[in-house]
């Protein structure tokens, strides 16, 4: 393989950067939009996302919150109409949240502008591109998890 132009390599790095940036304001727009804050926005993107029901206290963790705050996170985003208690289908003596479809589809329409947008950049790569992308994505996704896992 060829060795790489610096000036491609800078443009990339300089990209990735600016997408995560871009991240950080779509939660804080989506966050304007529903008139929540950032970290409850945060908070129902993991219940939504999240493969196994989650807890206060596995929410908590998850955001770098104490489990009294996630405690309080949780009623807010429940007397908001965010989020519903119930109990965990393996122990009956835990409590589970989960979003509820109301707040599915606020994110939705929210988000929905930039989906479509998104879908349009996408749908304007050739299948060679597009798995490219995909995999550098995911290459970047894992290697930003890593860093930011608090177990490691």
């Known amino acids: 393989m060829d060795e790489r132009d610096p000036d491609i390599a800078m443009d990339i790095s300089r990209s990735l950067r600016d997408l995560l940036q871009a991240g950080r304001g779509v939660q804080a727009t989506l966050a304007r939009r529903l ?21 206060t206290v596995e929410l908590g963790n ?8 996630a405690t ?7 007397a ?3 989020l519903r208690r119930h109990s965990h289908p393996g122990d009956r003596r835990r409590v589970v949240l989960r979003p509820t479809d109301s707040a599915r589809a606020e994110v939705r329409a929210a988000l929905g ?7 349009g950049i996408v749908a304007d790569l050739d299948d060679e591109q ?3 992308v995909r995999d550098f994505l995911r290459d970047a996704t894992r290697a930003i998890g890593e860093f930011t896992d608090p177990t490691g």
Do not use: C, F, Y
């Not at 998850?62 to 705050?69: E, P, Y």
């Not at 309080?72 to 429940?78: G, I, K, T, Y």
């Not at 502008?113 to 879908?119: D, I, K, S």
């Open 35 to 55: 008139g929540v804050g950032v970290t409850d926005v945060e908070a129902v993107s993991h219940l939504v996302e999240s493969a196994e029901p989650l807890g």
């Open 72 to 78: 309080v996170l949780a009623d807010r985003l429940e």
């Open 113 to 119: 502008p930039l989906l479509v947008a998104l879908g």
């Open 62 to 69: 998850r955001l770098g919150i104490r489990s009294a705050s």
């Open 130 to 132: 597009a798995v490219v």
């Open 80 to 82: 908001a109409g965010h």
